[in-house]
């Protein structure tokens, strides 16, 4: 066999990736590349989490946490400093359980010491490692040792000590620190030593500097997760008889974000140890996070009334929880009987704005839409719950936006079920490829059929420039009539119906395509009337088919095929 | 000496099937009392134009089980000791029980057989030339039987269809019931699987919608002859054959109406293809 070097290249592998500073894109590649490696290990952090509470949720919460922030920053963020920050702000407010908190604590901290450069150098990354953990204990009032303070701590401690200048190392010495911290949790703390197992917020930390490191390095995590451990059976036993008293057992984790933010928080810290344990009092700008697990939720609800407005509240019934965690696999259900809908081979889950968009997309056979749209991405969460909620464990997910796309991806790794996310980019396409999906075909033969759709059909949205900017040279105002072709801006014009003809004229369809239109509340009667007498001078062969969208920020939505 | 019994649906032409040596029994349509006989009475291009543009919907019936009693008798009679009579899937027509009734008391010393084809069209086309050839080389009853069974699984037809709307009225509509109810304005492309009707891509354009049947058609191998078919667009049937003539050259390629019948279902303006597999082994 003989090899040949491509020209102009020689038959060297690949050189490793130079430790520069990181700019706004590394460090969002690189949180990426964390939350896409932590959802993937959730089950498998879920599955040894005993302390404080044994109920089973570092892994979904840490991961729910990172993946909900990310998937409302991911756009728009140049510089380091502003990708740190906005990850950190997002963090908080979409932080869930004890071990979310703190994480977000530890962004907070993070973003904090990045502060507003453009670009991570290795000493930058080093102190924001070291701030990330301060803030992190500061978030508690009796930090224990053995947790994910520990790994935070050594793994700072490590980065600091790196030789080298650059952030990469210092990122991997930060995380050779945090794999032995890990291993040393059961001799710091008790409760892991007794159930076998190792801490899991302190397992999920290494999982996230991992997946950072991958990210950075322009590599995929891999597609295997970690091996799941699980604590010891006579210890869940004993676990299970102590918990076993009162009605709320466990009690409740009670968790919200307070605006404004008291002044005296540790007024508010001594108020919620009153009413239970696990408090953190977590601050940032002008609002507070606090978590307490609590026998009486309505209690802390109500101190937390008194003192401002709440928002994100979380109650989750940690006793329920516990028994989840604990009970033996169960054997699936006989006959799931109250199923809402006929369970299906396949099923659709489609982020779209607007009524008749909606509409469309049911007729053509989505059973779930959540609500989207330009300005109003979905959660992690949210689509995590129409993927639950979808009528088969086969799960096809349009996103209908590229920004969507992260936060489908992570919701498919968290949901358990098969899943498929279609990077759809638009709801024009999205629609247009849902047409070929048939809910009594195998996900596979769906997934075919629709990925064949989705290269034949080429989509305009037509909108307003959301800020100045320049196409061919040409400045375009904030405001401006525009056409994106495929996602892409392709035009700017006078009008929206100009745009829009435009955006055809420059696809040049040929003669027997068809153009389905989709226009939105903003477009009047008459408007929409003249677009169409225009469309059908110029190509007179095209089958159009007009549609109110119903949809937002769109005036037109369309796909030609 | 064995004879093969077809029904209209098959798409036979007259000739075709004195050339072949096959018997043809029409089935019905019915434009309110007017009874016409498929393929005798009321020809494609008429019928056509009449489901366009007339206000009547058509309905239509099977023959009669005396109509296939007579024919089996007259058949017998001119010296047929084996019959095959192939006919429309069962889940589609009554046809096959009219058949079956019909050949209840057979001729003294004429053994009948029936193959319920599970398709229609040029697939049942398909069967009936296969068993035609047989029968022609002296072959016997068992023979044809099994060589017409075997191409069965042996065939596909895509009918790209202008609507749905004439399968749903005419309740054979099958598992594209699922396609009910959407807005957009979709060009469905269905199948016969398992004897019914089965949904296979839909498309917004036209132009797709032939691209897909020509894919869906193409990618068969082996083919001993495709049937392109159409309800009236014999622009677009003629367009499509020559593409099949050009990327298979020597497979023969005919273009045929969809008869009335059938057609009663399919709605008007609807093309497709009907590819048959050669078949396996030695033969």
């Known amino acids: 066999m003989t090899s040949r070097a491509a020209p102009g290249r020689t038959g060297q592998p690949p050189r490793p990736p130079q430790d520069h500073p990181l700019t706004g894109a590394d460090l969002l590649r690189a949180f990426a590349g964390a939350s896409v490696w932590l959802q993937r290990n959730a089950p498998a952090i ?15 919460n840490m991961a729910g946490t990172l993946g909900a922030a990310l998937a409302s920053v991911l756009d728009g963020a140049v510089s380091a400093g502003e990708v740190a920050g906005a990850v950190a702000r997002a963090a908080l407010l979409s932080a869930r359980g004890n071990s979310g908190v703190i994480l977000s604590q530890w962004l907070g901290g993070f973003a904090d010491a990045v502060g507003s450069a453009s670009r991570l150098d290795g000493r930058t990354a080093a102190a924001a490692l070291t701030r990330a953990s301060e803030r992190a204990y500061a978030a508690l009032r009796e ?20 030789p080298a200048r650059g952030p990469l190392a210092v990122f991997a010495a930060a995380l050779a620190g945090a794999r032995e911290a890990l291993e040393r949790t059961p001799q710091m703390l008790s409760v892991l030593r007794e159930a076998g197992v190792v801490d899991a917020g302190g397992f999920g930390l290494v999982v996230l500097l991992e997946g950072l490191l991958a990210g950075l390095r322009g590599e995929d995590v891999p597609a295997q997760p970690h091996a799941a451990g699980a604590p010891d059976a006579a210890w869940l036993d004993a676990a299970r008889s102590d918990a076993g008293g009162g009605h709320s057992g466990f009690g409740y984790c009670t968790q919200f974000v307070l605006h404004p933010a008291p002044e005296a928080l540790e007024t508010l810290r001594a108020a919620l140890e009153r009413l239970g344990d696990s408090v953190i009092v977590a601050p940032a700008a002008d609002r ?7 026998r009486d939720p309505g209690g802390v609800l109500s101190l937390g009334a008194g003192m401002g407005a709440l928002t994100q509240i979380a109650v989750e019934n940690m006793q329920a929880q516990f028994e989840r965690f604990a009970a033996p696999p169960a054997p699936p259900a006989p006959d799931a009987d109250g199923a809402a809908l006929p369970s299906q081979q396949t099923a659709v889950v489609a982020v779209l704005g607007g009524d008749g968009l909606a509409n469309v997309a049911r007729s053509l056979g989505a059973s779930i839409i959540v609500a989207g ?8 969460d949210e689509i995590l719950a129409a993927i639950r909620a979808a009528p088969s464990d086969n799960v096809i997910v349009l996103p209908n936006h590229k920004n969507v796309v992260l936060a489908a991806e992570q919701a498919a790794a968290l949901s358990g079920k098969q899943v498929v996310v279609l990077p759809t980019r638009s709801a024009a396409q999205g629609l247009a490829v849902l047409a070929a999906f048939q809910a ?91 677009a169409a007498r225009q469309i059908g001078a110029r190509w007179p062969e095209l089958d159009v088919q007009t549609i109110a969208g119903g949809q937002v920020h769109y005036d037109y939505v369309a796909a030609l095929e | 000496m064995l004879r093969i019994v077809t029904d209209s649906t098959a798409d036979l032409d007259t000739e075709e099937a004195d050339a072949l040596g096959v018997t043809v029994v029409p089935l019905t349509v019915y434009f309110g009392d007017e009874a016409l006989l498929d393929r005798v009475d009321i ?24 109509r296939f009693q007579d024919v089996y008798g007259d058949l017998a009679a001119a010296g047929a000791t084996e019959i095959l009579s192939i006919h429309i899937s069962a889940k589609l027509s009554g046809t096959l029980n009219a058949a079956r009734l019909g050949a209840a008391a057979p001729p003294h010393g004429c053994q009948i057989e029936m193959l319920d084809s599970g398709t229609v069209c040029g697939g049942l086309q398909a069967l009936v030339r296969r068993a035609a050839e047989i029968a022609d080389s002296g072959g016997n009853l068992n023979q044809a039987l099994n060589a017409a069974q075997a191409l069965i699984p042996r065939h596909r037809i895509s009918i790209m269809l202008d609507t749905l709307e ?90 045929r109406w ?15 293809a009907v590819v048959a597999q050669r078949a396996t082994g030695g033969s």
């Open chain 1, 288 to 294: 507070v996070r606090v978590h307490v697990h609590a």
């Open chain 1, 373 to 380: 749209g330009a300005t109003a991405n979905p959660t992690v």
């Open chain 1, 143 to 162: 930090p224990a040792e053995g947790t994910i303070l520990t790994v935070a701590r050594e793994a700072a401690v490590a980065g600091q000590k790196s």
């Open chain 2, 258 to 272: 969809i008869g009335p019948v059938v057609g009663t279902y399919v709605g008007p303006n609807a093309v497709g």
């Open chain 2, 43 to 66: 020809q494609p291009d008429e019928f056509y134009a009449r489901l366009k543009h007339g206000k009547l919907v058509p309905r239509t019936s099977q023959p009669s089980a005396g």
């Open chain 1, 46 to 60: 879920d599955a040894i989490n005993v302390y404080p509470v044994p109920d089973g949720d570092t892994g979904a």
């Open chain 2, 166 to 255: 004439y399968l749903q009225k005419g309740g054979r509509i099958g598992r594209a019931r699922a396609w009910l109810g959407s807005l957009l304005n979709l060009k469905p492309i269905v199948h016969v699987e398992d004897g019914e009707v089965a949904p296979g891509h839909r498309v917004r354009s036209r132009a797709r919608g032939i691209e897909r049947v020509f894919d869906l058609t193409n990618e068969v191998p082996g083919a001993e002859r495709i049937y392109v078919q159409h309800t009236g667009a014999a622009n677009d049937a003629e367009a499509l054959a020559r593409r099949f003539r050009a990327a298979q050259p020597g497979v023969p390629v005919d273009v």
């Open chain 1, 440 to 530: 009594e075909r195998p996900l596979a033969v769906n997934v075919e059929a629709m990925q064949t759709a989705q290269q034949a059909v080429r989509s305009i949205e037509v909108t307003r420039a959301a800020r100045t900017t320049k196409l061919h040279g040409v400045e375009v105002p904030r405001g401006q009539p525009i056409a994106l072709i495929d996602g892409r801006l392709a035009v700017a014009a006078a009008t929206p119906g100009g745009a829009l003809l435009a955006a055809i004229e420059q696809i040049a369809p040929p003669a027997d395509a068809a153009l389905t239109l989709y226009y939105g509340v903003g477009v009047s009667g008459r408007q929409r009337t003249a």
